[in-house]
């Protein structure tokens, strides 16, 4: 385990979370839990670090998902735009989710929902799905 915690040092664990995290917010897969998991449980001393790190690279990977619903064009139809246009920003609460949080994400941005509002509201869901977790492994 020593051999393990010293190739996996915090700085470089931090870095993997954040780019994890990231990655796993777009359209591509990943497990960004797993990976916050494996983190706190070499570096339990970076919970908060971890924490925070991990909702900021999952909130700008969302953010990267909204910026591509952005550039769609007006005229391309997009299944379930309604629920979102109804229950607008506050709906990104949920772009944690698994399938539907990417589809959440992009239908906001296709929307032209306020962006900042948007990032917070991602940013609010995320970090309780992650403090669930990092909670879990403590």
Same mark, same amino acid.
């Given at each position: =385990?020593? %051999?393990?915690?010293?190739? &996996?040092?915090?700085?470089? $664990?931090?870095? +993997?979370?954040?780019? $994890?995290? &990231?990655?796993?917010?777009?359209?591509?897969?990943? +497990?960004?839990?797993?990976?916050? @998991?494996? !983190?706190?449980?070499?570096?339990?001393?970076?919970?908060?670090?971890?924490?925070?790190?991990?909702?900021?690279?999952? %909130?700008?990977?969302? =953010?990267? $998902?909204? +910026?591509?619903?952005? =550039? &769609?064009?007006?005229?391309?139809?997009?299944?379930? !735009?309604?629920?979102?246009?109804?229950?607008? %920003?506050?709906? /990104?609460?949920?772009?944690? @989710?698994?399938?539907? +949080?990417?589809?959440?994400?992009?239908?906001?941005?296709?929307?032209?929902?306020?962006?900042?509002? @948007?990032? /917070?509201? =991602?940013?609010?869901?995320?970090? @309780?799905?992650?403090? /669930? !977790?990092? !909670?879990?492994?403590?």
């Amino acid at each position: =385990m020593e %051999t393990l915690n010293g190739l &996996l040092g915090s700085d470089l $664990s931090l870095w +993997g979370l954040f780019l $994890s995290s &990231l990655l796993g917010a777009t359209l591509l897969p990943g +497990g960004s839990e797993l990976v916050l @998991a494996g !983190v706190l449980h070499l570096h339990p001393e970076l919970f908060w670090p971890a924490l925070l790190l991990g909702t900021l690279g999952n %909130t700008l990977g969302g =953010m990267i $998902s909204f +910026g591509m619903g952005w =550039m &769609l064009p007006m005229t391309q139809q997009l299944k379930h !735009v309604k629920k979102v246009r109804n229950y607008g %920003t506050p709906a /990104l609460l949920f772009a944690w @989710a698994p399938l539907v +949080g990417d589809a959440l994400c992009v239908a906001a941005g296709w929307l032209r929902l306020n962006p900042l509002q @948007a990032a /917070l509201f =991602m940013a609010f869901g995320k970090f @309780a799905r992650y403090a /669930l !977790v990092a !909670v879990a492994v403590q």
